[in-house]
């Protein structure tokens, strides 16, 4: 699933799992040892995250049941427990290092979609090239 904030129009993830079970919660990233930018797992629904057992650290994004951003804690480190997030629905869990990435902050709201969003492109774009010879430059 891609995951774009639409507040400023830069991705938080292109290959999000969702978990809506209460095992899928349980677990969220914790099965996930080696997680590339991009990756992530979204908890729904979710007021707080553990990362218990966790190798490394992660963003955590914790948005309300409209999907605008409520909390973000930057590169929480493993063994840490938070407990509760008001007004928070659900959580985006994702690579330390994401959200700084794609500019997100509180108030921003973000766009779940199973296929690349219109106006986005999944292909990089050729670039044009000079018409000049190479004798010419």
């Known amino acids: 699933m891609y995951v774009v904030n639409q507040t400023r129009g830069t991705f938080l993830g292109v290959d999000i799992k969702r978990a809506g079970g209460f095992h899928a919660r349980l677990i969220g990233l914790y099965r996930h040892r080696n997680l590339s930018l991009g990756d992530g797992v979204w908890l729904v629904p979710c007021r707080g995250v553990q990362t218990i057992g966790m190798r490394t650290a992660i963003d955590v994004v914790f948005l309300n049941a409209k999907l605008r951003v409520v909390r973000i804690y930057h590169q929480l480190p493993p063994g840490r427990v938070i407990l509760w997030v008001p007004g928070a629905h659900s959580a985006l869990e994702i690579p330390a290092g994401a959200v700084r990435s794609s500019e997100t902050g509180v108030g921003d709201t973000l766009r779940f979609a199973d296929s690349l969003p219109v106006g986005f492109t999944d292909a990089p ?7 000049l010879s190479p004798t010419q430059v």
Do not use: M, P, T
Request: hydrophobic letters at 15%.
């Open 125 to 131: 774009v050729e670039e044009k090239r000079d018409s």
